[in-house]
């Protein structure tokens, strides 16, 4: 991966307008249709408004938030608003940010116009604007030229969106100077590192619902990987083709053949593949909040009742995974070992990140990827502690879920191809 230009390698931007592609797609409360319920993506983005801020710049963040399905040109809907995120924004940062209610029209185009030095405008949602994510490139370029009249320079920092060929990811970068944030900057360093020059040994734990969902992933990994260890929902095709009896488990059938294959390459390329030694199981998939009532016990992997549905690694397994995970130089996770949604069967998923703290206090360089997985140790306890992990438990946690799956699967993300041009 080539590197990136960076902020700093512009010069002197005192005076300039910046477009900032960023990713402020947080979650927002149902119930009164303003509260953000995780501000985490935006606290993410602080480090690079604060540094154009203080380099004399005047900053056009723009942004989409969930997915609005607009039938003309431009529809407001007011649920997938901004506007408490501007607010948010401003709450953070101390300065204060103007607001426009559209993205190219004429409120945006009329703040811009007064925008001075160190302030800051959120535009409305690009994708009330349906050429943000057109298929048709010529729609794709009108908006784009559009965006791009707005400002002097763009800076990419939205990683969670940089493997989307969108307007703001892609059109506008080929507009005007173009070059990283300190987000993107980080999220592909970090990345690049473990694919690329590894500490060894490296030790990939995939986890997850579906084998399907991380076909590419898996025929990435098994490249380079020393040791894969398979939890999750996935880990049941893999023990199924070992024919082992997994009751009602997760089972794609369709992919036996293909997880067959895997299970040859890992062979052949002398690659250490643990699968569950014991799984904690269930009658049902859990309907309840904590599952408990549900919670039928742990049975080794090969005898799992046939009326009995795995939805969490058993306490062996986590002993067996966290061996591997401690005494390796590399770890790349991806994918929760369990339903850690429900706290009935999160044990698992929390003994693999607390697994991970260990590695990384003993100098391995860990790496969360994937939205489930990141999100889950945003939720859950250190199994030792009892304490929340916190950001710098691990040496990089994600923020892209998609992106960060195309990352893996060594896929060339247009967003970050388009600033190396
Ligand atoms: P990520 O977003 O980190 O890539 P995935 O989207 O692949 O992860 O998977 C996350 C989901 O997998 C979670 O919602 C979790 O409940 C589910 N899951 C984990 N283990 C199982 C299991 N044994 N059976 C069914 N679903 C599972
Ligand atoms: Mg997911």
Same mark, same amino acid.
């Given at each position: 991966?080539?590197t990136?230009?960076?902020?700093?390698?512009?010069?002197d931007i005192?005076g300039?307008?910046?477009?900032l592609?960023v990713?402020?797609?947080v979650?927002?409360?149902?119930?009164?249709?303003?509260?953000?319920?995780?501000?985490?993506?935006?606290?993410?983005?602080?480090?690079?408004?604060?540094e154009?801020?203080?380099?004399?710049?005047?900053?056009?963040?723009?942004?989409?938030?969930g997915?609005?399905?607009?039938?003309?040109a431009?529809?407001?809907?007011?649920?997938?608003?901004?506007?408490?995120v501007?607010k948010?924004?401003?709450?953070?940062l101390?300065?204060?940010?103007?607001?426009a209610?559209?993205?190219?029209g004429?409120?945006?185009?009329?703040?811009?116009?007064m925008?001075?030095? @160190?302030?800051?405008?959120?535009?409305e949602? !690009?994708?009330?604007? #349906?050429? *943000? /994510?057109? =298929?048709?490139?010529? %729609?794709?370029a009108?908006?784009?030229q559009?965006?791009?009249?707005?400002?002097d320079?763009?800076?990419?920092d939205g990683f969670g969106?940089?493997?989307?060929?969108?307007?703001?990811?892609?059109?506008v970068?080929?507009?005007?100077?173009?070059?990283?944030g300190?987000?993107?900057?980080?999220?592909?360093?970090?990345?690049s590192?473990?694919?690329?020059n590894?500490?060894?040994?490296?030790t990939?734990?995939l986890?997850?619902?579906?084998?399907?969902?991380?076909?590419?992933?898996?025929?990435?990994?098994?490249?380079?990987?020393?040791?894969i260890?398979?939890?999750?929902g996935?880990?049941?095709?893999f023990?199924?083709?070992? @024919?082992?009896?997994?009751?009602?488990?997760? !089972?794609?059938a369709? #992919?036996? *053949? /293909?997880v =067959?294959?895997?299970? %040859?390459?890992?062979?052949?390329?002398?690659?250490?593949?643990l699968?569950?030694?014991?799984?904690?199981?269930?009658?049902?998939?859990?309907?309840?909040?904590?599952g408990d009532?549900?919670?039928?016990?742990v049975?080794?992997?090969?005898?799992?009742?046939?009326d009995?549905?795995?939805?969490?690694?058993?306490?062996?397994?986590?002993?067996?995974?966290?061996?591997?995970?401690?005494?390796s130089?590399?770890?790349?996770?991806n994918?929760?070992?369990?339903?850690?949604e429900?706290?009935a069967?999160?044990?698992?998923?929390?003994a693999?990140?607390?697994?991970l703290?260990?590695?990384?206090?003993?100098?391995?360089?860990?790496?969360i990827?994937?939205g489930?997985?990141?999100?889950?140790?945003?939720?859950?306890?250190n199994?030792?502690?009892?304490?929340p992990?916190?950001?710098?438990?691990?040496?990089?946690?994600s923020?892209?879920g998609?992106?960060?799956?195309?990352?893996?699967?060594?896929i060339a993300?247009?967003?970050?191809?388009?600033?190396?041009?």
């Amino acid at each position: 991966m080539a590197t990136l230009k960076t902020i700093k390698e512009l010069g002197d931007i005192r005076g300039k307008k910046v477009l900032l592609r960023v990713d402020f797609n947080v979650p927002i409360s149902k119930t009164d249709g303003k509260t953000i319920t995780d501000d985490g993506r935006i606290r993410a983005e602080l480090p690079t408004i604060k540094e154009l801020l203080a380099a004399g710049a005047s900053v056009i963040i723009m942004t989409h938030l969930g997915r609005p399905k607009p039938q003309s040109a431009f529809e407001v809907e007011s649920e997938f608003s901004l506007a408490p995120v501007a607010k948010r924004l401003n709450e953070l940062l101390n300065v204060s940010v103007e607001f426009a209610t559209d993205t190219v029209g004429e409120d945006a185009r009329n703040k811009v116009e007064m925008l001075k030095s @160190g302030q800051i405008l959120l535009l409305e949602n !690009l994708r009330f604007n #349906q050429a *943000e /994510t057109s =298929k048709d490139a010529l %729609q794709r370029a009108e908006f784009a030229q559009k965006l791009a009249d707005m400002a002097d320079i763009f800076v990419s920092d939205g990683f969670g969106v940089v493997h989307r060929k969108h307007t703001s990811v892609y059109d506008v970068a080929k507009l005007l100077p173009a070059v990283s944030g300190k987000l993107v900057q980080k999220e592909v360093e970090a990345l690049s590192k473990v694919m690329d020059n590894p500490g060894r040994p490296l030790t990939v734990v995939l986890g997850g619902s579906k084998v399907s969902d991380k076909l590419g992933v898996i025929v990435n990994l098994l490249k380079i990987a020393d040791n894969i260890l398979v939890g999750g929902g996935m880990a049941y095709t893999f023990l199924a083709v070992l @024919g082992y009896e997994i009751g009602t488990s997760l !089972l794609e059938a369709d #992919q036996i *053949e /293909t997880v =067959k294959g895997y299970i %040859q390459q890992a062979k052949e390329r002398n690659i250490k593949l643990l699968l569950p030694a014991d799984v904690v199981v269930a009658k049902e998939f859990p309907a309840s909040e904590t599952g408990d009532a549900e919670l039928e016990g742990v049975f080794v992997s090969d005898a799992i009742p046939a009326d009995k549905m795995g939805l969490d690694i058993g306490p062996e397994t986590r002993k067996q995974f966290a061996q591997v995970i401690e005494n390796s130089k590399t770890v790349i996770w991806n994918g929760p070992a369990g339903v850690f949604e429900k706290s009935a069967y999160a044990g698992g998923t929390s003994a693999i990140a607390t697994a991970l703290v260990h590695a990384k206090l003993k100098g391995a360089f860990t790496v969360i990827g994937g939205g489930d997985s990141a999100a889950a140790v945003r939720i859950l306890d250190n199994c030792e502690t009892g304490k929340p992990f916190s950001e710098d438990d691990f040496s990089h946690i994600s923020t892209g879920g998609g992106a960060s799956l195309e990352f893996l699967e060594g896929i060339a993300l247009p967003g970050i191809e388009v600033l190396s041009e």
